[in-house]
């Protein structure tokens, strides 16, 4: 089996994993606009293949079902319809789950018809895309059910297995890492000979940028440390937030993270909605803040006389880092505490806001058809997040890769690192 | 067994029997906000006898489950925190429909426990109430489902049976019955004697009303009717609109009822969504015209040089007919059409638009404490349809029966009849 | 000169006259969507009787200003484009005031030829009608007014005389006045013989109503009386209000009438916006209360253990009264207390919400034509408030008149009587 | 008399001026959000001065009243309750014009007095950060005046004279011209020693940035173009837009830049608003395009296959050329045409949207209090435009000037530079 193959297996094999634990009924849960049913990722991932691939490549393929290339649509304009496909979402109690599964079942026995043939490049490429396409749905399919079980009045929990306990250990100290800026390159250096060897357009092409001297910090900000800004009244202090950030706290009536909610039996006066059910927020202050907008992040390093850090800076400075973190693999499924040592969290725990706008990198060029309305066509009003988060699959995620989030939203695990 | 346990039994098992062509998926969809899943219905209609009865009066009862009290309540609110169980309904996944019919289950025991203990007159009126209560919520069942379906791209259709084909006989003709008015007396008159003796509360007191002569046409306004209308430009002659009809035609773009689609491949352009799928509206254009607002409504009957019927002129009409027609046991589950003889679809095809808003009778008390939520409340801004309709229990129905929709809602079986 | 030309003259002065408090800019306000700028007031007035009147029946007229036509109109939609004048009274600053004065000197003097002529009786008709539409819209000068100035973080006043002081009086008692029902007639008995006989379309035709024996309040609710509501948590007791009231205060905030504001300077802790600027509740308990809401009202009668009266018993009580009463023509602009004699304060003060809605009498037809469009296409989710109000011309208003308004409506001068 | 007060008296004398066209009533016109009245505007320069130097500088300064200070306060939270002044721009009847005139006025003999005393370098720094603020809301004045007269049904213009007539002369080509890029500087160099040297705290700190080589158009994209786009389908085909962009063409309609309108009688199907009221397109087609929002200028350049250049490409290309053009100096009040003549149309004409979203220079630092609300908290989900336009003072604007503007915006004279 190739490579490609394996990988192929082994990415589609952990979605059906994911969504084990989950009914039926828990899979067709659409709980904010800006998440989708698990049923749907699934569908939708196995659209992708079936599409871009199957159908254009596959001789002999027969679609599963023909209604389903209009229905899986998410955004492909060029492919016409996505409009009334995105608006059911919520009447989505047809196709079933079972044929949900069945629909994916048939794409991988062809998608195996196809390994067996000789694959070419343009082929393997679209499968890599499809397969990192995947793993970006697995993420947004946790994030998406963390929604739905916290909207369920009886807050259910996803999976059995109980929060494991944070580590007790003597106290780090937060540190600055210096670094000297000046002319360097940013974005991904294509390298021809891995068959593995990938990246999303918007990573390109490698440019050169010229940075000031900048500091940042050796972790993540915690919850403890948020706490601290909550007190000195964070939240109704408008000299510390942007206009647009702080027109979101009145309207949305923020006054803490996504996730906490007053409990007067903690310590802290709050708890904590988790993939794991409830807790309390006493037994995870030193864990790294996450579920906060950009505009949260932007005020809190307003009131630290910090700031956060451009995008350029912070790939600069993870670059050399080995990527490695509490990612999807750990099974964790919440950020946890940073251990002293060294420049750490940069991958994992939390995508970082940095103050930069998605924007292109000079000469960028989106992917031809369909498959360039990826990145190209969001990049506007959005803000770059970084490093990854407790739910992005280890081999998903590099120093190089670019996220982005509206800067008011705050589903996903996003949290803080600061600069100087 | 009693008269009224043998009801109970009866009701009870046609609310699952309904359900049973649906999956657990299909019972979560709330495809409108008016709507609501499947699954709640079934929750709901069983809270309603475990908070009502089974808690108060039977001694020693246990509840199925605590946080279900706050989770099934609908809008009692003197109960309490209707609310936030009004706003996840559609983040419903659990309770999982299982565990609803282990709830339905726990109560039907719980309930044959108590029928088999001596039931004072409180607690009669009371399941008599439950019942009737289930009724209503088996008609919005269907209702809403209809709904789900129709906003599924797929378009499934409950139940297998295949529509029944429309009778072919003779041409009738539309008549005019008079009607001399004087004064009169409407309203329920309640007889203390018969055991399942049941009217809602805002159908008394009975009471005088003094009537000017009228005449009521012999049969509902149909399809075909409703075509020429269209075609005489009906949704753009704002002249033939109540201000308030004409904003709604204007902001939700109304130009044919709820559920006709165009489609060019029927004789007259259009299709029409059924409980039971799609059909050509040709093969319908007899039946009485179904799913328009009271703007519609009124809109049509001035067009025709005509008016609707006062509540008082359509009970004063209805009150000596005999009550049958094609309601829910039928099994048609969409109106038909009338065969010429005599005042005929009083009873069932679909709820009759009146002219009179939903206020109190002169006197109208309602019940005391949080039973008398049911009706006094909403008597504002809603108009008074009568009848009942396709998806009625046969025996829910009567000529003092009231029921009330405001006047743009287009979900419910709502039809035309026309006065003079 | 005629008694039509006298009339004519005395309220086309006494619009111009209400206006002279007012400059320029103050004319153009429009605060809120319900009302009107002063300015456009005095011009669609005028171009009624340019449109219904000028143009068709007097020989050569020559209309001011050709665009006016459509500038100008209101809601008449058989007369097209109504939308954008509507749209646009906001944006309003040309034509200027000086303009539409010169529009009304331009329209007076070609009445004034029109008067020099011999005027059918249709003329005359429509010459009545124009003159009550002038009164209906003098109201509406003031009242929209009041919101404005309300809305000026100055609060200016309206004129210059103070407020007067209320009398202190022996203190009265409410009563309840008997009345035994039976079958009755209501509506407007049009008399042909009188020259200036004029009423609405919608209090015709004259019919017969049954009514059950009842009790009416002797006076209007006061604010001394609605304080106490407010005290025993009126504004936050769901049980006490309609479901669609209860949701007006939930989405507006409601916790007092429209007007009220906070005040610690004040021993009741309010003060009262009025026309003549600020002033504390104290000095104002025993007056009528003003700007609540049929929703309000309606709460504060069930609190009370009492009813709205229905809009016959109201007519049937005060056919027999004397119209008289706190009016335009006192001056004071404000309501003002009861004095303890008999049944009182029925004409004046405020309008009384009434427990009916708006809807036809049996029979009713509205004027053929545009001028049809008075207001029958009002007849839906509006109630009927009855008696005038202390902003009203005093030989505008009559027993069997029937104004209505949005029952969420506060804006408008009105308040509560009971009845039983 | 000071260089600083011979600029102080011109910049409000220019500021009357313009104003002096607007009758009261069309000073206070607020006809979408984002404008303000222009007595507003006149107020609120004033209200600067006030606040920000004589009340803290100037020994025995009388505010003019005191309830201004709150009134006319825009954004500067630091300063409080600037709600309500924002919500009650539009029933700003009070103050009247005169009343607003007077405040101007005495403010204007108070700083005369302050001029006659010696003046400190924070003073100045003031005075000079006051000039500017002022020179800002006289172009956002006639840009609003311009949206209320298109609002306003009548379509008046501002001021008498005429739209000048364009130039005919030989047809210029579009040039492209080449930068090499490399490292280089942007941001403003402060020039301690000229008294009215000035920047905005945005354009600072002057910093490196590394350029990849470039070209950029000679000229702005004009009306012929534009049009061109339009023929292409350019407004119906979503793969040319950004989505955000697609999204606002959808909502809002878009099918030309704001102020076209169709017109049957003119060649090109168009007619076109401007502050001298509607022209005929067909005599303005090779004048700059003006007022499309940052999507439409994106998706033109995408269509072109061209883009738009980076603030930093725009003003290393500018930083060399006269600073001179269309500005609000020449009268025009309308962008005009190319000539052929190098670089060209830089400055004035319109604002060029840039492919830059609004983010601080590295380094930046607002000026401190409520001084540093200016500019710092609007750096999110803006997009920096450069450059000035025809209603900009001509010594207001320069090479590092950086405005900045909603990306859905286009009542502000914006259009597009293309680069490569």
Redesign the interface.
């Known amino acids: 089996m190739s490579i490609l193959e394996s990988k192929y297996k082994a990415v589609r094999t952990m979605t059906r994993s994911l969504a084990a634990n989950l009914?039926?009924?828990?899979q067709?849960?659409?709980?904010c606009p800006e998440a989708s049913p698990v049923k749907w990722h699934q569908a939708h991932t196995t659209w992708f293949f079936e599409t871009f691939i199957l159908r254009p490549f596959l001789p002999g393929y027969r679609p599963f079902r023909d209604?389903f290339h209009?229905?899986f649509n998410s955004?492909y304009?060029?492919l016409g319809e996505k409009i009334?496909?995105k608006k059911?979402r919520?009447?989505?109690?047809?196709?079933?789950?079972n044929e949900i599964l069945a629909f994916r079942a048939h794409v991988d026995q062809e998608m195996e018809r196809l390994f067996s043939c000789s694959i070419d490049q343009e082929v393997a490429r679209r499968i890599l895309l499809g397969l990192n396409h995947e793993q970006q749905h697995q993420e947004l399919g946790l994030t998406d059910i963390k929604h739905?079980f916290f909207?369920?009045?009886?807050g259910?929990s996803y999976g059995s297995a109980p929060m494991p306990k944070e580590r007790t250990h003597p106290a780090y100290q937060l540190r600055w890492f210096d670094f000297e800026g000046g002319?360097t390159g940013i974005g991904y250096p294509l390298n021809a000979g891995d068959p593995l060897d990938f990246c999303f357009d918007n990573e390109t092409p490698r440019?050169?940028?010229?940075?000031?001297p900048f500091q940042i910090a050796s972790c993540m900000v915690t919850c403890r440390d948020y706490l601290e800004f909550m007190s000195d009244d964070g939240y109704i202090r408008?000299?510390l937030?942007?206009?647009?950030?702080?027109d979101s706290v009145q309207q949305a009536g923020w006054e803490a993270p996504l996730y906490w909610e007053r409990d007067s039996t903690d310590a802290t006066g709050w708890r904590v909605f988790t993939l794991k059910g409830w807790h309390g927020l006493a037994g995870l202050l030193d864990t790294a803040l996450c579920h906060v907008s950009?505009?949260e992040a932007?005020a809190f390093a307003r009131w630290r006389g910090c700031r956060l850090p451009?995008e350029a800076e912070w790939e600069s400075a993870a670059i050399k880092e080995r990527r490695h973190g509490n990612l999807l693999d750990t099974g964790r499924l919440h950020p946890t505490r940073a251990n002293g040592a060294g420049l750490e969290q940069l991958f994992g725990d939390c995508w970082e806001w940095t103050?930069?706008?998605h924007?292109?990198y000079?000469?960028y060029k989106p992917l031809p058809g369909a498959l360039g309305?990826y990145n190209g066509?969001?990049?506007?009003?959005q803000?770059i997040v970084r490093g990854g988060s407790c739910v992005t699959p280890a081999d998903h995620i590099r120093a190089t890769y670019r996220n982005f989030i509206h800067?008011a939203m705050r589903w996903q695990f996003t949290g803080i690192r600061l600069a100087i």
């Not at 067709?28 to 709980?31: L, T």
């Open positions: 009914s039926a009924e828990d067709m849960v659409q709980s209604e209009r229905l955004y304009i060029s009334s496909a059911l919520a009447a989505f109690s047809r196709p079933t789950l739905a909207s369920n009045p009886i259910p002319l440019h050169k940028v010229y940075l000031e408008p000299e937030w942007l206009s647009d950030g702080w950009f505009f932007d451009t103050a930069s706008p924007t292109g000079p000469g309305e066509k969001f990049m506007s009003s803000m800067p």
